[in-house]
Protein backbone atom coordinates (compact mmCIF):
# COMPACT_ATOMS: atom_id res chain seq x y z
CA UNK A 1 0.00 0.00 0.00
CA UNK A 2 1.53 3.45 -0.69
CA UNK A 3 1.62 6.08 1.79
CA UNK A 4 0.53 8.54 -0.97
CA UNK A 5 -3.05 8.14 -2.01
CA UNK A 6 -4.96 9.51 -4.81
CA UNK A 7 -8.43 9.87 -5.94
CA UNK A 8 -9.83 8.78 -8.55
CA UNK A 9 -7.35 7.16 -10.48
CA UNK A 10 -9.11 8.20 -13.62
CA UNK A 11 -11.19 11.14 -14.32
CA UNK A 12 -12.73 12.55 -17.82
CA UNK A 13 -14.33 15.68 -17.84
CA UNK A 14 -15.39 18.40 -20.17
CA UNK A 15 -14.16 21.86 -20.45
CA UNK A 16 -17.08 23.64 -18.20
CA UNK A 17 -17.19 20.47 -15.51
CA UNK A 18 -15.83 21.68 -11.97
CA UNK A 19 -13.93 18.15 -10.19
CA UNK A 20 -11.36 17.83 -7.50
CA UNK A 21 -8.84 15.70 -7.25
CA UNK A 22 -8.02 14.42 -3.84
CA UNK A 23 -4.43 13.54 -1.98
CA UNK A 24 -3.83 11.80 1.21
CA UNK A 25 -0.57 11.06 2.98
CA UNK A 26 -0.39 8.51 5.59
CA UNK A 27 3.07 9.63 6.55
CA UNK A 28 3.72 12.11 8.55
CA UNK A 29 4.96 14.20 6.59
CA UNK A 30 4.63 18.00 6.58
CA UNK A 31 5.26 19.05 2.92
CA UNK A 32 2.63 18.32 -0.14
CA UNK A 33 3.25 18.76 -3.70
CA UNK A 34 1.39 18.93 -7.36
CA UNK A 35 3.04 17.97 -10.63
CA UNK A 36 2.00 17.49 -13.97
CA UNK A 37 3.43 14.70 -16.24
CA UNK A 38 2.74 15.40 -19.62
CA UNK A 39 3.42 13.12 -22.41
CA UNK A 40 7.26 13.94 -24.06
CA UNK A 41 7.59 16.25 -21.04
CA UNK A 42 9.18 16.42 -18.10
CA UNK A 43 7.37 16.44 -15.13
CA UNK A 44 6.32 20.37 -14.37
CA UNK A 45 6.06 21.21 -10.04
CA UNK A 46 2.46 22.99 -9.87
CA UNK A 47 2.06 23.94 -6.21
CA UNK A 48 4.07 23.47 -2.98
CA UNK A 49 2.64 23.01 0.33
CA UNK A 50 4.59 23.37 3.74
CA UNK A 51 2.51 23.23 7.22
CA UNK A 52 -0.42 23.89 4.95
CA UNK A 53 0.58 27.10 3.77
CA UNK A 54 1.45 27.47 0.07
CA UNK A 55 4.92 28.21 -0.64
CA UNK A 56 5.27 28.01 -4.09
CA UNK A 57 3.16 28.42 -7.09
CA UNK A 58 4.90 28.03 -10.87
CA UNK A 59 2.31 30.56 -12.57
CA UNK A 60 -0.22 28.00 -13.22
CA UNK A 61 -2.88 29.00 -14.80
CA UNK A 62 -6.14 29.95 -12.65
CA UNK A 63 -8.57 27.42 -13.36
CA UNK A 64 -6.38 25.03 -11.30
CA UNK A 65 -6.80 25.62 -7.38
CA UNK A 66 -5.00 24.02 -4.98
CA UNK A 67 -6.63 23.39 -1.20
CA UNK A 68 -4.88 21.82 1.67
CA UNK A 69 -7.06 21.88 4.47
CA UNK A 70 -4.21 20.35 7.21
CA UNK A 71 -0.71 18.32 6.66
CA UNK A 72 -2.44 15.28 5.46
CA UNK A 73 -4.80 16.25 2.35
CA UNK A 74 -4.02 17.95 -0.58
CA UNK A 75 -6.88 18.63 -3.24
CA UNK A 76 -6.66 20.57 -6.62
CA UNK A 77 -9.95 22.18 -7.51
CA UNK A 78 -10.43 22.21 -11.48
CA UNK A 79 -13.07 24.15 -13.45
CA UNK A 80 -13.13 25.47 -17.09
CA UNK A 81 -10.14 23.74 -18.18
CA UNK A 82 -8.39 23.13 -21.79
CA UNK A 83 -7.31 20.40 -24.04
CA UNK A 84 -4.38 20.45 -23.24
CA UNK A 85 -4.98 20.23 -19.31
CA UNK A 86 -5.05 16.73 -19.96
CA UNK A 87 -2.36 14.78 -18.75
CA UNK A 88 -1.30 13.04 -15.42
CA UNK A 89 -1.45 14.87 -11.93
CA UNK A 90 0.96 13.53 -9.74
CA UNK A 91 0.97 14.44 -5.61
CA UNK A 92 4.14 13.83 -3.43
CA UNK A 93 4.71 14.63 0.17
CA UNK A 94 8.09 14.82 1.93
CA UNK A 95 9.55 15.85 5.04
CA UNK A 96 10.22 19.30 5.34
CA UNK A 97 12.48 20.69 2.78
CA UNK A 98 15.88 19.23 3.48
CA UNK A 99 17.15 18.41 0.55
CA UNK A 100 18.30 15.06 0.91
CA UNK A 101 14.84 13.79 1.91
CA UNK A 102 13.34 11.93 -1.02
CA UNK A 103 9.67 12.96 -2.13
CA UNK A 104 6.99 10.43 -2.17
CA UNK A 105 4.66 9.95 -4.69
CA UNK A 106 1.16 8.75 -5.55
CA UNK A 107 0.29 6.77 -8.25
CA UNK A 108 -1.20 9.67 -10.33
CA UNK A 109 -4.85 10.68 -11.77
CA UNK A 110 -5.43 10.53 -15.62
CA UNK A 111 -7.29 13.25 -16.63
CA UNK A 112 -8.53 13.73 -19.79
CA UNK A 113 -10.40 16.58 -20.92
CA UNK A 114 -13.16 16.23 -23.57
CA UNK B 1 18.14 28.09 -13.96
CA UNK B 2 19.24 24.43 -13.23
CA UNK B 3 18.45 22.07 -16.11
CA UNK B 4 18.29 17.91 -16.49
CA UNK B 5 18.98 15.88 -19.40
CA UNK B 6 18.37 12.87 -20.22
CA UNK B 7 19.51 11.92 -24.48
CA UNK B 8 18.60 8.39 -24.24
CA UNK B 9 14.40 8.49 -24.58
CA UNK B 10 14.67 4.68 -24.86
CA UNK B 11 16.75 1.74 -23.54
CA UNK B 12 16.56 -2.04 -23.86
CA UNK B 13 18.47 -4.63 -22.30
CA UNK B 14 18.38 -8.66 -22.08
CA UNK B 15 17.68 -10.00 -18.73
CA UNK B 16 20.58 -10.48 -16.53
CA UNK B 17 22.69 -7.81 -18.58
CA UNK B 18 23.84 -4.19 -17.58
CA UNK B 19 22.55 -0.86 -18.45
CA UNK B 20 23.58 2.22 -17.93
CA UNK B 21 21.29 5.40 -18.05
CA UNK B 22 22.51 8.65 -18.66
CA UNK B 23 22.15 11.86 -17.25
CA UNK B 24 23.62 15.57 -17.33
CA UNK B 25 22.62 18.40 -15.89
CA UNK B 26 23.48 22.24 -15.54
CA UNK B 27 24.00 24.30 -12.44
CA UNK B 28 25.72 26.86 -10.92
CA UNK B 29 25.49 25.75 -7.37
CA UNK B 30 28.02 23.71 -5.77
CA UNK B 31 26.29 21.98 -3.34
CA UNK B 32 22.67 20.33 -4.27
CA UNK B 33 21.56 16.46 -4.75
CA UNK B 34 20.55 14.09 -7.43
CA UNK B 35 17.90 11.12 -7.63
CA UNK B 36 16.98 8.26 -9.96
CA UNK B 37 13.27 7.80 -9.57
CA UNK B 38 11.26 4.68 -11.41
CA UNK B 39 7.90 4.99 -12.84
CA UNK B 40 6.87 1.70 -13.78
CA UNK B 41 3.15 0.96 -15.56
CA UNK B 42 1.26 1.16 -12.20
CA UNK B 43 2.32 4.87 -12.51
CA UNK B 44 3.57 5.28 -9.00
CA UNK B 45 7.30 7.37 -8.76
CA UNK B 46 9.67 4.94 -6.80
CA UNK B 47 12.80 6.51 -5.51
CA UNK B 48 15.90 4.46 -6.95
CA UNK B 49 18.78 5.96 -5.45
CA UNK B 50 19.87 9.59 -4.36
CA UNK B 51 23.29 11.35 -4.65
CA UNK B 52 24.45 14.01 -2.57
CA UNK B 53 26.85 16.03 -4.94
CA UNK B 54 29.55 16.84 -1.91
CA UNK B 55 30.23 13.22 -1.01
CA UNK B 56 32.66 11.67 -3.91
CA UNK B 57 31.65 8.22 -3.22
CA UNK B 58 28.88 6.95 -5.74
CA UNK B 59 25.94 5.96 -4.16
CA UNK B 60 24.86 2.52 -4.42
CA UNK B 61 21.71 0.27 -3.60
CA UNK B 62 21.89 -3.36 -4.21
CA UNK B 63 21.67 -3.70 -7.98
CA UNK B 64 21.82 -0.25 -8.62
CA UNK B 65 24.29 2.02 -8.43
CA UNK B 66 25.58 5.79 -9.78
CA UNK B 67 28.50 7.31 -11.57
CA UNK B 68 28.54 10.83 -10.41
CA UNK B 69 30.88 12.87 -12.02
CA UNK B 70 30.68 16.64 -10.69
CA UNK B 71 33.15 18.26 -12.56
CA UNK B 72 31.26 16.83 -15.78
CA UNK B 73 27.90 17.09 -14.52
CA UNK B 74 26.73 13.64 -15.05
CA UNK B 75 24.89 11.12 -13.23
CA UNK B 76 24.20 8.37 -14.73
CA UNK B 77 22.65 5.06 -13.32
CA UNK B 78 23.78 1.47 -13.68
CA UNK B 79 21.45 -1.12 -13.29
CA UNK B 80 23.24 -4.80 -12.85
CA UNK B 81 21.49 -7.87 -13.35
CA UNK B 82 18.61 -6.90 -15.10
CA UNK B 83 15.04 -8.17 -13.97
CA UNK B 84 12.04 -8.08 -15.97
CA UNK B 85 10.30 -5.47 -12.48
CA UNK B 86 13.11 -3.45 -14.16
CA UNK B 87 11.45 -2.12 -16.76
CA UNK B 88 9.86 1.25 -16.24
CA UNK B 89 10.47 5.04 -17.54
CA UNK B 90 13.62 5.93 -15.39
CA UNK B 91 13.63 10.03 -14.43
CA UNK B 92 17.03 12.00 -13.50
CA UNK B 93 16.31 14.76 -11.01
CA UNK B 94 18.03 17.67 -9.44
CA UNK B 95 17.26 19.08 -6.17
CA UNK B 96 18.73 22.29 -4.89
CA UNK B 97 20.34 22.60 -1.13
CA UNK B 98 19.25 26.17 -0.66
CA UNK B 99 16.53 27.21 0.77
CA UNK B 100 14.11 30.02 -0.20
CA UNK B 101 11.49 30.30 -3.29
CA UNK B 102 12.09 26.75 -5.03
CA UNK B 103 12.46 24.76 -2.02
CA UNK B 104 11.44 21.49 -1.74
CA UNK B 105 11.70 21.86 -6.11
CA UNK B 106 12.47 18.83 -8.60
CA UNK B 107 13.85 19.37 -11.53
CA UNK B 108 13.07 16.17 -13.68
CA UNK B 109 14.37 15.11 -17.04
CA UNK B 110 12.31 13.84 -19.73
CA UNK B 111 12.97 9.68 -18.62
CA UNK B 112 14.53 7.12 -20.16
CA UNK B 113 12.20 4.08 -20.97
CA UNK B 114 13.72 1.01 -20.09
CA UNK B 115 12.41 -2.40 -21.88
CA UNK B 116 13.72 -5.23 -20.16
CA UNK B 117 13.80 -8.54 -22.54
CA UNK B 118 13.41 -12.22 -21.34
Known amino acids: ETGVTQTPRHLVMGMTNKKSLKCEQHLGHNAMYWYKQSAKKPLELMFVYSLEERVENNSVPSRFSPECPNSSHLFLHLHTLQPEDSALYLCASSQGFSGFQPQHFGDGTRLSIL | AQTVTQSQPEMSVQEAETVTLSCTYD???????LFWYKQPPSRQMILVIRQEAYKQQNATENRFSVNFQKAAKSFSLKISDSQLGDAAMYFCAYRTQNYGGSQGNLIFGKGTKLSVKP
Open chain 2, 27 to 33: TSESDYY
